[in-house]
Antibody, heavy 119, light 106 residues
Framework: EVQLVQSGAEVKKSGESLKISCQVS????????IAWVRQMPGKGLEWMGS????????RYSPSFQGEVTISADMSVNTAYLQWTSLKASDSGIYYC????????????WGQGTQVTVSS | ILMTQSPSSQPASVGDRVIITCRAS??????LNWYQHKAGKAPKLLIY???ILQSGVPSRFSGSGSGTDFTLTISSLQPEDLATYYC?????????FGPGTKVDLK
C-alpha cells in the first residue's frame, strides 16, 4: 500500500528556520517525482516544486524559487521541504504528493502539515 | 501556462448534473488532471489525462477535452460530492492549478 506520512504541525516565529518531512512507503521512492503543494488559509492549491529522488533533480515554481528548498534522502525514503527564514505569509497547509508515471498526475497525497508562523 | 476555471462557485441540488470548465492558456494536449478537495482532508485525484477515471472513483464523474478546453461533469450530484474541484496541468514544469470551483448546496 502506497503511503506518504508527513511530520506534525509546527508553530514558529518569523525569522525561524523549519524543515518538514514526508516519509513514503509501498513503492520505489527513488523513481517517482515527489511534489510539494501549499494551501494558504481560505485559498486554493499551489504547486511549489518537485524533486526526483534518484538524482535530486529539483524544479521550482517561480513563486517559490529561492524561498524554499526541496530535498530527498533515499536512505530513509523521505522528502523534505525547508525554509531558512519563515514569514507570517508562509502559514498554511503543506502537502507532499507522489507524481505518477502516466502524465505526472498527483495520485497519492500525504495527510498535510499545518505550519503556523507568528510575526 | 495559466489555468482558469468557471464557475468559481456552483450551487446545486442532489441529483443535479454539474459541469465545471477549465481552460489552459496554451495547448496542453491531454495533460490535464482533476482533483476533489474537502475541508480538513487531503485532495483526491479524480481524473487524469483529461478523461481517465482514477481507480475507485465513482462513474458519475467524467472528464473530456483536449488542447486548451476541458470539462469535468458530475452526472448526478451526491451529498458526498460537495467539495472544491481543481484542474491542474502537468504538461511541463511549472505545473499550475486552476483557482478552484466550489460545489455547494443550492
Amino acid at each position: 500500500e502506497v503511503q506518504l506520512v508527513q511530520s506534525g504541525a509546527e508553530v514558529k516565529k518569523s525569522g525561524e528556520s523549519l524543515k518538514i518531512s514526508c516519509q513514503v512507503s509501498g513503492y520505489s521512492f527513488s523513481t517517482y517525482w515527489i511534489a510539494w503543494v501549499r494551501q494558504m488559509p481560505g485559498k486554493g492549491l499551489e504547486w511549489m516544486g518537485s524533486i526526483y529522488p534518484y538524482d535530486s533533480d529539483s524544479r521550482y515554481s517561480p513563486s517559490f524559487q529561492g524561498e524554499v528548498t526541496i530535498s530527498a534522502d533515499m536512505s530513509v525514503n523521505t522528502a523534505y521541504l525547508q525554509w531558512t527564514s519563515l514569514k507570517a505569509s508562509d502559514s498554511g497547509i503543506y502537502y507532499c504528493v507522489r507524481q505518477a508515471d502516466t502524465v505526472k498526475e498527483f495520485d497519492y497525497w500525504g495527510q498535510g502539515t499545518q505550519v503556523t508562523v507568528s510575526s | 501556462i495559466l489555468m482558469t476555471q468557471s464557475p468559481s462557485s456552483q450551487p446545486a441540488s442532489v441529483g443535479d448534473r454539474v459541469i465545471i470548465t477549465c481552460r489552459a492558456s496554451h495547448n496542453i494536449g491531454d495533460y490535464l488532471n482533476w482533483y476533489q478537495h474537502k475541508a480538513g482532508k487531503a485532495p483526491k485525484l479524480l481524473i487524469y489525462s483529461a478523461s481517465i477515471l482514477q481507480s475507485g472513483v465513482p462513474s458519475r464523474f467524467s472528464g473530456s477535452g483536449s488542447g486548451t478546453d476541458f470539462t469535468l461533469t458530475i452526472s448526478s450530484l451526491q451529498p458526498e460530492d460537495l467539495a472544491t474541484y481543481y484542474c491542474q496541468h502537468s504538461y511541463t514544469f511549472p505545473f499550475t492549478f486552476g483557482p478552484g470551483t466550489k460545489v455547494d448546496l443550492k
